[in-house]
């Protein structure tokens, strides 16, 4: 059985930082593109951050360039999204997945449960 275990969120005063976390576990990941995602109460699942299979290529959204960072780790089949310089407005519930693409929902297989963000102004 696959499973995507996020951890890492929680509460954070603006400009702070987190890092999440994403740990595979049933299968490898080693040739799919990893990604982060995120949903605000009361608005649609958002694209946030990918990293392809070789971990050479990483996009960005517009609203997290510059402070977010996605790496991955092949030998603990893990992968990671740090989050600095945090703003109230990514507050959201954030979840990693797998997949085959990069930034829409239907291109990624796999999902982990979600981890809540929240910063507080």
């Known amino acids: 059985q696959v499973q995507l275990v996020e951890s890492g969120g929680g509460l954070v005063q603006a400009g702070g930082s987190l890092r999440l976390s994403c740990a595979a576990s049933g299968r490898t990941f080693r040739r799919n593109a990893m990604g982060w995602f995120r949903q605000a109460p009361g608005k649609e699942r958002e694209f946030v951050a990918a990293?392809?299979?070789?971990?050479?290529?990483?996009y960005y959204a517009d609203s997290v360039k510059g402070r977010f960072t996605i790496s991955r780790d092949y030998a603990k089949n893990t992968w990671y999204l740090q989050m600095n310089s945090l703003k109230p407005e990514d507050t959201a519930v954030y979840y990693c997945?797998?997949?085959?693409?990069?930034?829409?929902?239907?291109?990624?297989?796999?999902w982990g449960q979600g981890s809540q963000v929240t910063v507080s102004s």
């Open positions: 990293i392809g299979w070789s971990g050479d290529i990483t």
């Open positions: 997945a797998a997949g085959n693409g990069y930034f829409r929902t239907y291109e990624y297989d796999y």
